[in-house]
């Protein structure tokens, strides 16, 4: 199993960036995907999930209203869509795998090497 991101970079504070995850290995149509991050000095935290079907969707409040998360099962993709970004959304993004529709990290046992993202003020 692999997981692939991109779309990272650096970006000024109200801008917007569409990161990618692209899965290998699996049977991605009947997973249930995260994203989740890791700012500097930071323990990991957790972003957004989707569910399988697309259907099911949940967020953090920190990026609830900003950050949309989707999927393209054709594809073997997700993505999040950051819009009005902070500063304060500075960190590494992960995409990971899950069989559970869950905010925990402890449910998630496949995870891709992370994309950077930095916003400056």
């Known amino acids: 199993v692999q997981l692939v991101e991109s779309g990272g970079g650096l970006v000024q504070a109200g801008g917007s960036l569409r990161l990618s995850c692209v899965a290998s290995?699996?049977?991605?149509?009947?997973?249930?995907m995260g994203w989740f991050r890791q700012a500097p000095g930071k323990e990991r935290e957790f972003v957004a999930v989707i569910r399988w079907d697309g259907d099911n969707t949940l967020y953090a409040d920190s990026v609830k209203g900003r950050f949309t998360i989707s999927r393209d099962n054709a594809k073997n993709a997700v993505y999040l869509q950051m819009n009005s970004l902070k500063p304060e959304d500075t960190a590494v993004y992960y995409c990971?795998?899950?069989?559970?529709?869950?905010?925990?990290?402890?449910?998630?046992?496949?995870w891709g090497q992370g994309t950077r993202v930095t916003v400056s003020s």
């Open positions: 990971a795998r899950s069989n559970i529709f869950s905010s925990t990290q402890g449910n998630y046992y496949y």
């Open positions: 290995g699996l049977t991605f149509s009947t997973n249930v």
